[in-house]
């Protein structure tokens, strides 16, 4: 939750040094089907938040014995979250 934090204030505070369209969409065809606004990459920490969400609802149904299962959606809902932070930052760096 704090990386998604972090990612969206980040795009409220650095839209000036950034061009108006920035890739995002890497699994489309090259050209213009890529390009992405600010406000698109809300995407980015949204999902950070619903995958977190979600896996924090998944882990209170389960068993306090389940701790094995708490812990990989632990582990799950962290590396989805660094995925997401390290693509966007690698995308920001390279406009800066």
């Known amino acids: 939750m704090i990386l998604g934090l972090l990612i969206t204030i ?7 040094f950034l061009p108006p ?8 065809p090259w050209g213009d089907g ?17 995958i977190a969400f979600l896996n924090l609802i998944i882990s209170w149904q389960l068993h306090k014995q389940q701790s094995f ?7 799950q809902s962290l590396l989805v ?10 995308i920001i760096l390279t406009f800066i």
């Open 10 to 16: 980040t795009l409220l505070a650095i839209p000036k």
């Open 21 to 28: 369209k920035l890739p995002l969409f890497y699994s489309l």
């Open 34 to 50: 890529q390009l992405a606004t600010h406000q698109q990459f809300l995407v980015l920490p949204a999902s950070i938040g619903a």
């Open 69 to 75: 299962f708490k812990t990989i959606l632990f582990i």
């Open 81 to 90: 979250s660094l995925i997401l932070t390290i693509a966007f930052g690698k």
